[in-house]
């Protein structure tokens, strides 16, 4: 009877991954938000407390979050071949998709053109997270310090200050309210090693290696996954740092090339990895930089189950998580202005937008098949207006 439980909560952990990953576009925000309304608003695998302790906590560790959430979730509900099948299921179908697109741009030279698609998915994806944020906000706001930090995470975002600058300022300001000076000086002793990560150069790990092998890609994809905190704009620097100036295995169009692969199909933007593996060596090499690059997150959230529950019992340590979530939430309204600057550009995006809230808060429509509707409903209206 337990098995038989057991194998019914992975065959669900195993679908609905599998299906986010399909039809998730639009960054790591976007798949927070879905996984939230999967999770804990439909499914109620977790709650609301919970899930914002996940977004807060894999923000502090490598890796893409997106799929160390997935990989968490599926933890928490099948054991650990429900964190192996979670993570792996949503990156398979990204993975798939730029290898796709990977091997157009080889036998074509180009990116195939998908803004018909964009179009209509990004106005959508925009009510998607505007629905998680007014979800989890009101759970991480918890007075009137967290509300301060988090607005003041949004502004100095958007003016361009560094996102884990701002992640780890934000927790601080948070514990300096709540536990005063002498919490402070310990939260900081034990985060302040985390900031010397960024300060060590990727030549460190160097292989040394110029010419091609596989065993040099496989190894600087695990050393970027091991080591890289942030946005698909850092992956960028990244990338370009190792393959370009360090290996001279691409040119920087490549590389860029690259991340919009990354963006332009589902699931995590680390699918980029793929993109950068088929180019330099086709479908194995793509293969084995997708596992360097994801294989290190898997490990990471194994530690993290481990130390998580202890953490939200320590006085001190549980008022900088309660920091560092409504930072993370700060972030992700800061990448939806951006991306809101983008989507919403003229009077049919706008309804698409207010119509999707519509749907989303009232008729409570599952949103992850409300992203295809969109691509369809985007595509129609470019066919009709040319």
């Not at 065959?11 to 998730?24: H, M, P, Q």
């Not at 698609?117 to 706001?141: D, F, H, N, Q, T």
Request: glycine share 12%.
């Amino acid at each position: 009877m337990k098995d038989s439980k057991l194998s019914e909560r992975l065959k669900e952990v195993a679908l609905l991954f599998l299906k986010l990953g399909a039809f998730s576009f639009g960054g790591p925000a976007v798949y927070i938000a879905l996984m939230h309304r999967e999770t804990v608003n439909r499914r109620r695998w977790i709650d609301e407390q919970r899930f914002l302790d996940l977004v807060g906590a894999t923000n502090l560790i490598p890796g893409p979050n997106a799929t160390e959430i997935a990989s968490h979730l599926g933890l928490i509900r099948a054991g650990w071949l429900g964190l192996i099948a979670g993570g792996v299921l949503f990156i398979l179908p990204g993975m798939a998709a730029t290898l796709l697109v990977a091997w157009a741009y080889v036998t074509y030279g180009s990116i195939p053109e998908v803004g018909w698609v964009l179009y209509g998915v990004k106005p959508v994806v925009i009510g998607i997270v505007v629905e998680a944020l007014w979800s989890l906000g009101r759970k991480a706001v918890k007075g009137p310090t967290t509300a301060v930090v988090g607005i003041g995470v949004v502004a100095l975002y958007l003016l361009g200050f560094n996102e884990i600058a701002l992640l780890f300022g934000g927790a601080a300001v948070v514990l300096l309210v709540y536990s005063g000076r002498r919490f402070l000086k310990q939260g900081l002793a034990a985060v302040a090693p985390i900031p010397l990560l960024f300060k060590i150069p990727l030549t460190v790990f160097s292989t040394g290696v110029v010419p091609f092998s596989q065993t040099t890609l496989f190894l600087s994809f695990l050393k970027i996954g091991s080591v890289l905190f942030g946005s698909g704009y850092v992956l960028l620097a990244f990338l370009r740092s190792e393959f370009v100036e360090r290996l001279g295995w691409l040119t920087n169009q490549q590389v860029l090339d690259a991340i919009v692969a990354g963006q332009i199909t589902p699931g995590p933007v680390f699918s980029s990895a793929t993109f950068v593996g088929y180019l330099v060596g086709g479908w194995s090499s793509a293969l084995l930089a997708t596992l360097g690059i994801f294989l290190p997150s898997f490990l990471f959230v194994g530690l993290l189950s481990c130390i998580l529950p202890l953490v939200r019992k320590s006085p001190w340590a549980g008022i900088l998580l309660d920091g560092v979530n409504v930072a993370s939430l700060g972030l992700m309204a800061g990448v939806t202005v951006q991306l809101g600057q983008t989507a919403i550009v003229d009077v049919y995006t706008i309804v698409l937008l207010l119509a999707t809230l519509f749907v989303i808060f009232r008729l409570k429509v599952n949103s992850v098949w409300l992203i295809p509707g969109g691509a369809l409903l985007g595509a129609i209206y470019k066919l009709v207006m040319g």
